[in-house]
């Protein structure tokens, strides 16, 4: 693989991103919380890089960070009801909600895809100008930290560098970014209370996701 090679972020560099995710590379981006490790989320070769890069176990799954939620549908994923809504007030932001894939979804980062049930995938648009900036000129990615599993995740280009070395195809360099922000993670289910199950609380309460849906008329769907 040669050097790694960190750019500052230019028209010139986000270009040359966009090039390297359409051609199967892995490149390493500043998110609005550590920097992580991206890839295009249709790329089955260049998604098991990432996990060999990392020693990251493959039951636990990437998310896809995209720029805005108008993508879901390209990617052929469905935002279920009420999640829609929670979507509108917590984007962008620390709020990943679970989408639904339809057949036509060509993602090689489902989870969930056993017999006779639809795939599912936790997606997130980062509150970072920067972050959104790349992912406009990128496309959705496949993404998880920049650091090997179990190790602290890289708040700075250099300490990504540290992690990986030569083994990713470009660093874009965004100076340092604010540490670990850990998302609530909510999915959609007709049973739960409020239609919801909150499967990691994070930086938003789980007290303000139930405000929210409760807020204009309840639980009635979008």
Known sequence: ??????????????????????????IVIPT???????CDPRNREAIARIYELKHRPRYKALQVLL????????????LPSPLNRLS?????????????ARPD??????????????GTQGIRIPNSRLCLKILKATGPVAASSANRSGEESA?????????????????L?????????SSTVVKADPYG??????????????SLIRKALHLNGGGLGA
């Open 193 to 206: 209370r409020d239609g919801i199950e909150i499967l990691r609380e994070g930086v938003i309460a789980q």
């Open 67 to 78: 720029s805005s939620i108008d993508q879901l549908d390209q990617l052929g994923l469905d």
């Open 105 to 118: 979804c060509t993602l090689a980062t489902l989870a969930d895809t056993a017999e006779g049930r639809p």
């Open 1 to 26: 693989m040669g050097s790694a090679q960190a750019l500052k972020i230019t028209d010139e560099s986000l270009e040359r991103a966009a090039r390297i995710v359409r051609e199967g590379g892995v």
């Open 173 to 181: 360099d965004g100076g340092s970014t604010p540490g670990h922000v």
């Open 88 to 100: 509108a007030a917590f984007l962008p932001g620390a709020f990943s909600p679970i989408a639904v």
């Open 155 to 171: 708040q700075s280009v250099e300490e990504a560098i540290a992690a990986f070395g030569g083994d990713v195809d470009l660093y």
């Open 32 to 38: 609005d919380t550590v920097y992580g490790v991206a």
